[in-house]
């Protein structure tokens, strides 16, 4: 049964086996938090109990695709145990990672905001197409958290030399910038953007599930997303610890005060 029209995430899949999975949080711009992840964990679930599953589309209700974290969950979270730190970064882990790893091709539809997490779960598809008004950032660091778990995949997407960049600059970039670099695979109007992801689809669907899913598995082996079980539990670890570290306590308190974080120091 899909989830009802309250949920963070939403999905059905269509009589051709094609699943849209659509964030559903847009009074928060899609920010995530842990009903959102419990909902990515629990459409998955379900869809890979689908025989007929052939593609997943992802994308965002409202205004944006998805804006990161939310950091209002992410401040309460600080507050809690390590070991609740640790599950609630493992979760997350797990969306990127499951989504990554999925037998099937997967479709990133991106419009408006697309910000840390965000920049994970594009980077973990198979196809990302954006709309020429979407913008991007990994920001973690400017809140004095990481992007740990999701820079396995932000490397095979870019390359080291683009995270070494742009998960340290924190900085905004546009769409064309994003298919430069290669976090997206094209860029085109936002009016054509459901039309462009159904041509890809139309692709996909043309051509044998088996040899897709072996394809897809083959590149995977050589991809650094595909990290053995103790790497994925150190980024995990290392993602919760952070957290709760001074440097994050004063980052975020820095976002809700709407100052700079004390470490900044402006040029003279």
Request: glycine residues 10%; contains cysteine; hydrophobic residues 45%.
């Amino acid at each position: 049964m899909t989830p009802g029209p309250s949920s963070p995430i939403l999905w059905q899949l269509d009589a051709r086996g094609v699943a849209t999975l659509t964030f559903n949080r847009p009074g928060v711009n899609n920010a995530y938090n842990g009903e959102f992840i419990a909902g990515v964990l629990g459409a998955m679930d379900a869809l890979g109990k689908e025989a007929s599953l052939r593609a997943v589309v992802l994308r965002g209700a409202g205004r944006h695709f998805q804006a990161g974290a939310d950091l209002k969950w992410i401040r309460s979270l600080t507050a809690r145990s390590a070991e609740d730190n640790l599950a609630a970064s493992r979760d997350t882990a797990m969306v990127v990672r499951r989504l990554n790893e999925l037998p099937v091709p997967a479709v990133a539809l991106v419009h408006g905001g697309c910000f840390g997490g965000g920049t994970g779960i594009v980077a973990a598809c198979d196809v990302a197409i954006a709309a020429d008004n979407a913008v991007f950032s990994i920001a973690e660091t400017r809140w004095g958290l990481t992007a740990a778990i999701i820079l396995p995949q932000l490397t095979d997407a870019i390359g080291a030399r683009q995270v070494r960049r742009y998960a340290q600059t924190g900085e905004r970039f546009d769409a064309h910038e994003a298919r430069r670099i290669g976090l997206v695979h094209e860029v085109v109007p936002l009016a054509e953007l459901d039309a462009a992801g159904e041509r890809v689809v139309d692709h996909l669907l043309q051509n044998a599930p088996e040899a897709n899913a072996q394809t897809k598995a083959i590149a995977f082996e050589c991809a650094w997303g595909k990290m053995s079980d103790g790497t994925f539990a150190r980024l995990v670890t290392s993602h919760a610890a952070k957290r709760q570290s001074g440097e994050a306590a004063e980052g975020l308190a820095s976002f809700t005060e709407k100052r700079a974080a004390r470490w900044y120091r402006a040029s003279a």
